[in-house]
């Protein structure tokens, strides 16, 4: 059964998203991505958070008390290319650096519409391959939510590009796979979705795209090599936008022969693990026991 505090934050999240204007918040989100992103004091205070300096990009770190080194996370938040973190980001990080031993690592990546998505490859493979310096591959995790999970998956296709080496695990949140959201089971679900905006998607998308061709894979995984990457953990609701190419996603890879971990939580909305809601616990459970290498429940 449906919690209640799901049911609740999905109606305030209605509430918020369904009065912006796609054109406004663009502008908006334009002239707020000109200037550093600035973590709330409050936050680094509350979740223990460190400023990295050994690096081109702004990144912030979380610490577990013990045994830190040996595993370590590599986490691109979401926030449709568009966005900085949330608050929330920040509070599911601590909790999952709570329950691990380990570092999570995340870099505050050039966002649109100011960047697109080439500088943010170009930024984040740096740190990537310090972090194998510190340990090995199958040690590391490259997790992200939504647009995050999205440009985890890309990340990890342009590894094997590049001949560089897998993470062991690559856990991805309600990501978002096609950029262009080509999927003509999409529309049909606007009525159900109550945080994403679709025309505000494709704007956000098409910016960050730049002059690229939208089905890229570095923009749209979805069309990028499955066989040869780390083990892939998706985790959707049926409740959001990215549900038809998540469910295409696993069709993709069973037709490849690729396990995939998937996980598709009933009446669950978007990025739903990291809200504070009773369901996300089961998810962060099922996130831990991945990387652990436990049996998975």
Known sequence: MRSLQS???????????RQADPTTYMEKRRKENASPYVLPVNSQKKYRIKKLSSYSLDTYM?????????????????????????????RFLYQL???????????????????QYKESFDKVL??????????????????????????????????????????????LLSPWLDI??????IAPMIKMEPMLNLKLLRMAGKAYAGDTDTSDYLLSPINGPINGLGKISLFIG??????????KFKMLAKKQNV????????KMNHVFP???IPEARLAMKQIINIIEGNQIT
């Open 180 to 185: 262009a959201l080509r999927n003509p089971q």
């Open 97 to 115: 650096s709570q329950k691990l031993n380990g570092t999570i690592t995340v870099p505050i990546y050039p966002k649109a519409p100011n960047h």
């Open 126 to 171: 740096p740190i990537y391959k310090d972090l194998l310096t510190k340990t090995s591959p199958e040690n590391i995790v490259i997790m992200g939510d939504s647009a995050g999970g999205g440009f985890a998956l890309a990340f990890c296709q342009l590894l094997l590009k590049e001949g560089i080496s897998q993470p062991g695990n690559i856990i």
């Open 259 to 266: 396990s995939i971990n998937y996980f598709e939580y009933p």
């Open 7 to 17: 049911m609740v934050v999905e109606g305030l999240i209605k509430i918020i998203m």
């Open 238 to 247: 049926t409740h959001e936008f990215f549900l038809p190419d998540a469910r």
């Open 62 to 90: 979380l610490k577990s008390a013990s045994n830190p080194d040996k595993r370590q996370i590599l986490f691109l938040p979401g926030g449709g290319y568009i966005e900085q973190p949330l608050l929330w980001h920040w």
């Open 274 to 276: 990291v809200l504070p």
